[in-house]
C-alpha cells in the first residue's frame, strides 16, 4: 500500500500561514495585547517576505515568532473556531476530492505542511487522513516561546520527513505520491515517485513543465 502526501497551505486551501496567525492575534483576550500582537505581525511584514523569497524554514521560524506570548490555553481554546473561520471556507472542494479518492483507492493519507499542529488535527478528522505531520509550538509555563520544536517542518526538511515515514511504514517511494503548490517543495516531490504540482507557482510549473509532472490548478480563472 502506497501513501499519498499533501502540502496543505496553497495546495488544499486558498490559505497560508500568515491567516491563523492574524486570527489569534485579533483574538486575545485583552484587547491591548491583541493590538500589540498585531503590531509586531505588521512590523515584522517585510522581513517575512524576503524570508519566504529565500528560504522557507526562516520564513516559518520568523512567522511563529508572532505567536510568542499567546497562551497555550487560548491558542488550543480558539482552534476550532480558527479552523472554521478561516481555514475551512478557504479549502478546495477539488482538494477535498482528491484526498478521498487517494483514501478510496487504499493510500496512506498523510498531511504534511508548516501549519501548527493543533490546526492540521482539524483538517485531519475533517478529510480523515492517516497522519499529520505539522510544526509544533514550544511552550514554557503555559505560553508560547514563538520556537517551534524540531524538526521544523519545510523546504528540504519535508523530504526527509517523508522517507522516515516511508520506511517505518514500510512504503515503496517510487510509489507514492506528493502534492504541493510551491517551488520550496520540490525536495518533498522529487523523493516520491508520483509528483504532482497543485496550484503552482510560476517557478513550480516551468519545473513541472520541464519535468512532465501532472498539473491540477483549482483557481478560479486558471486553466487545469
Known amino acids: 500500500m502506497p501513501a499519498s502526501y499533501f502540502d496543505v497551505d496553497g495546495t488544499l486551501t486558498r490559505t497560508n500561514l500568515v491567516h491563523p496567525l492574524l486570527f489569534y492575534a485579533m483574538n486575545q483576550q485583552n484587547p491591548l495585547r491583541s493590538v500589540g500582537h498585531l503590531f509586531k505581525t505588521a512590523a515584522r511584514a517585510p522581513r517575512l517576505l524576503l524570508a519566504e523569497q529565500l528560504d522557507r524554514g526562516s520564513f516559518n521560524e520568523l512567522l511563529f515568532e508572532g505567536y510568542a506570548g499567546m497562551t497555550e490555553d487560548r491558542l488550543l481554546e480558539l482552534a476550532d473556531e480558527a479552523f472554521s473561520t478561516v481555514i475551512r471556507p478557504g479549502l ?133
Not at 180 to 193: F, I, Q, R
Request: proline share 5%.
Open 92 to 224: 478546495y472542494k477539488e482538494g477535498l476530492s482528491l484526498v478521498a479518492r487517494a483514501k478510496a483507492a487504499g493510500h496512506r493519507v498523510v498531511l504534511i505542511s508548516g501549519s501548527p499542529d493543533f490546526l492540521l488535527q482539524r483538517l485531519q478528522k475533517l478529510c480523515e487522513a492517516d497522519d499529520v505531520i505539522g510544526n509544533r509550538l514550544e511552550f514554557k509555563d503555559g505560553k508560547a516561546t514563538g520556537r517551534i520544536k524540531r524538526p521544523l517542518v519545510a523546504g528540504p526538511e519535508k523530504a526527509r520527513l517523508i522517507k522516515a515515514h516511508a520506511k517505518q511504514h514500510g512504503f515503496d517511494l517510487e510509489e507514492c505520491a506528493a502534492y504541493s503548490d510551491s517551488l520550496s517543495d520540490v525536495p518533498m516531490l522529487t523523493v516520491v515517485g508520483r509528483p504532482c504540482a497543485v496550484n503552482p507557482d510560476v517557478r513550480l510549473k516551468a519545473m513541472a513543465t520541464t519535468h512532465r509532472w501532472p498539473v491540477l490548478d483549482w483557481r478560479k480563472g486558471k486553466a487545469a
